[in-house]
């Protein structure tokens, strides 16, 4: 939930408070690699976490999943309250001029079945990796 929140918060940012600034970045999307990488970081230890609270097999996979659906269902919502309730704005992004409402929700509709099914497993795969660093310390200190 709270990279659900953290998301939220920075997509209403980058699209709604800086949309000029945006496009005077030289880079194609600048908050977007340090999102991500926050994301990968946070579903590591999410993995972590759940492998040394529950201890069976596929813990991390299984937290993983679950924080990436509920980050890709975020996304998601965000982006359809961005499109309905600020439409005007979003219209003036170079990136979107000449957008219609219809092309709005078409990217949208693609959003919604891609999106998760997408997220999801990638971030089964990093909880599942934030499980095994645990897994291992456990068998070193075993030894």
């Known amino acids: 939930m709270l990279l659900g929140a953290a998301e939220v918060t920075v ?3 980058s699209n709604l408070a ?6 005077q970045w030289s880079g194609r ?8 990488a926050l994301y990968a970081a946070g579903f590591v230890l999410i993995g972590a ?5 529950a201890g ?4 991390g996979a299984r937290a993983g999943a679950v924080a990436g659906f509920v980050v890709a269902t975020f ?3 965000t982006f ?5 309730v600020f439409y005007a704005t979003i219209i003036q992004r170079p990136s979107h ?9 078409g990217i949208l509709m693609g959003a919604v079945f891609v999106v998760p099914m997408v997220v999801t497993p990638v971030a089964a795969l990093l909880g599942e990796v934030g499980g095994l660093f645990v897994v291992a310390r456990r068998k070193m200190a075993i030894r």
């Open 11 to 13: 997509l209403f940012v």
């Open 18 to 23: 800086l949309p000029v600034a945006a496009a």
């Open 29 to 36: 999307d600048p908050v977007g690699f340090g999102l991500l």
């Open 49 to 53: 976490r759940a492998e040394q609270r």
């Open 56 to 59: 069976t097999r596929w813990a």
């Open 75 to 77: 996304f998601v919502v």
């Open 80 to 84: 359809s309250v961005l499109f309905t």
């Open 97 to 105: 001029l000449g957008a219609t409402h219809a092309s709005l929700n």
